[in-house]
Nanobody, 121 residues
Framework: QVHVVESGGGLVQAGGSLRLSCAAS????????MGWYRQAPGKQRELVAT???????NYADSVKGRFTISRDNAKDTVYLQMNSLKPEDTANYYC???????????????WGQGTQVIVSS
């Protein structure tokens, strides 16, 4: 069993910053991709940023230059530094991990419960 837990959401004024953290734990052999998705009210979940074990990154165009993803492979953690936040960044942010299970070597998409980010204008 794998657990993915986010932290760091909250309320911030436009132009401010927040840092999200996410840790995966459990029967993990390895994690290929870790990253962040978000879902605003009434909208579909969308990619924010992802990072591979080899540090290749992928960002949504809407966050490029403002958000930075980083990862600690030894700790199975991923971070999202969010700067210059805008009201349109308001959403629930979900951590994602492409996990290879220790005993079976099968791969699963694992998700956290989400952390809310609210950006006030």
């Amino acid at each position: 069993q794998v657990h993915v837990v986010e932290s760091g959401g909250g309320l911030v004024q436009a132009g401010g910053s927040l840092r999200l953290s996410c840790a995966a734990s459990g029967s993990i052999f390895g994690i290929n991709v870790m990253g962040w998705y978000r879902q605003a009210p009434g909208k579909q979940r969308e990619l924010v940023a992802t990072m591979t074990t080899g540090s290749s990154t992928n960002y949504a165009d809407s966050v490029k230059g403002r958000f930075t993803i980083s990862r600690d492979n030894a700790k199975d953690t991923v971070y999202l530094q969010m700067n210059s936040l805008k009201p349109e960044d308001t959403a629930n942010y979900y951590c994602y991990a492409d996990v290879t299970i220790l005993l079976t070597r099968r791969r699963f998409d694992c998700w956290g419960q989400g952390t809310q980010v609210i950006v006030s204008s």
